[in-house]
């Protein structure tokens, strides 16, 4: 495991925990020291494949992809297309993909096959959000980290990108059941693209929690927030961008104010998998009721939703979900190259 000198970090030589504690010095950290004060080993930088490292050393454009989706959101063999596509498809846009997730104990950006492999079968692997990392560290489990678990890693690594499908909102039917993706894109200053929250989601409500955290939302080529399923909610945006370079521009305003948010961008799903609002309406209220009947709580409830959602929908959801997976991929890979471009 590599240690790093703070966020601009250097890319150490990776030392295991054991080793770095008898020979190594300790590192300063550029955090401020009541971060640091008790972490006498300094800030964990995840490990990273040497590809990616290799990326990351030249500036190159590097994009985070979260592993919830793929054992957790998408049953096999769906989630095994799920991590082609979306690879294939940063690639295709010239940067380098990075899926992130804990690998027994680990917090990785990357995964190896074997790993992969593991990841896809779902195999005692569990759903980790930014609180469950410690525990899912010390007890050397895998974990599939979703999008606030995501992007507490895409911060050690500065990580500027990262693509998923949809985020966690405001549910509708729990009071107080929050996803802590909202609070993590309040706090951690990277670009997240998608198709907006999930159409299991309270939206409206969603929005407003974006709005009072100050996580900016713009539309990529749209004027409403899309409604994952569906191309449209009705729910209109205060920004919208048509190209990268655009994002990319809005992006470095934004951090030359000193904005720690995340930048939200959403796209709808592509046009020719968008399910009609009636439908997904229909199943998703269904879903809901199913779910009150089968008592499912906290983070139960995502995966159960999405699942009865693919089941009364006959798998359409799950064709739309692989579409709008692979498209936000390619936008953000986009967007990743064009910060790499207009430096200026
Ligand atoms: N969107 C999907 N599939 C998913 C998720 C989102 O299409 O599996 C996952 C993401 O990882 C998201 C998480 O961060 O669900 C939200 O879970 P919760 O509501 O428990 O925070
Ligand atoms: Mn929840």
Redesign the pocket.
Known sequence: MAFAAGRRAVHAAAVCIETHRREAPLLRSAAPAHYTADVPHGILRPRCTAVIEAALARGGAVVAL?????A???LPPHNREAAVRMQRAVLDAGATPAITAVVRGEPVLGLDDEALERFLRRDGVR?V?ARDLPFAMASGADG???????LALCALADLPVFA??????V?RDAPF?????LVELARTPTIVV??GA?SI?DLPATLERLETLGVPVVGFGCDELPG?FTTSTGLRLGARCDTAADIARAWRAHRSLGRTTAMLVVQPPPAAFALSASLVDAATDAALAAARVAGVR??????FL?ADVAARTDGRSVAV?LA??EANAALAGAIAVALTEGAA
């Open positions: 979260e592993s919830s989706v793929l957790q959101g998408l759903k959000s599939a980290t979703t999008v606030a678990g995501t998923t499908g949809g985020i966690g909102g549910h059941d929050e996803s802590a993706d998608c198709a999930k989601l994952f906290g983070a139960a409830v995502t995966p999405l979900n709008l997976l």
